[in-house]
C-alpha cells in the first residue's frame, strides 16, 4: 500500500500538534531545532532518536553542531509530509 502524503487539513493539525516544528520546503516537510548543555547531551538525543528512527525504518534528515541539532521530517516516498512524520515528530519530542 502507497505511502499518502497529509493533505492540507491533515497538515495544519500536525502542526497543531507539534507547534514548535515549522513548515518548510513549499509544505513537503517539517523541522525543529535543539540546543542542549553540550555535545554530549546532543549526541545522547541523536542516538536515541537514531536508535528509534532504525527500528520504525523512517529516517530524519539531521545536522549537528556541538550543542545543536536540526531535524527535517519527510516522507520522501510520499513526496512530502506523511503520517510517518507525524509519529516521528511525536517520538523525537519523547526523548527531549
Known amino acids: ?3 499518502a502524503e497529509l493533505t492540507a487539513p491533515e497538515r495544519d493539525a ?3 500538534a507539534h507547534p514548535q516544528w515549522s513548515l518548510v520546503r513549499e ?3 517539517i523541522e525543529r531545532k535543539f540546543t542542549f548543555a553540550d555535545f554530549g547531551e ?3 538525543f541523536m542516538t536515541r532518536v537514531a536508535i528509534h528512527a532504525d ?3 523512517h529516517h530524519p534528515e539531521w545536522f549537528n553542531v556541538y550543542n545543536r541539532v536540526e531535524i527535517t521530517l519527510t516522507t520522501h516516498d ?3 509530509l506523511s ?3 507525524a509519529a516521528m ?3 523525537i519530542e519523547s526523548y527531549l
Do not use: Q
Request: proline share 4%.
Open 42 to 44: 546532543a549526541f545522547a
Open 55 to 57: 527500528k520504525a525504518d
Open 14 to 16: 500536525l502542526l497543531a
Open 27 to 29: 509544505g513537503k516537510a
Open 89 to 91: 515528530a511525536s517520538a
Open 78 to 80: 510520499a513526496g512530502g
Open 83 to 85: 503520517l510517518r512524520d
Open 1 to 3: 500500500m502507497p505511502i
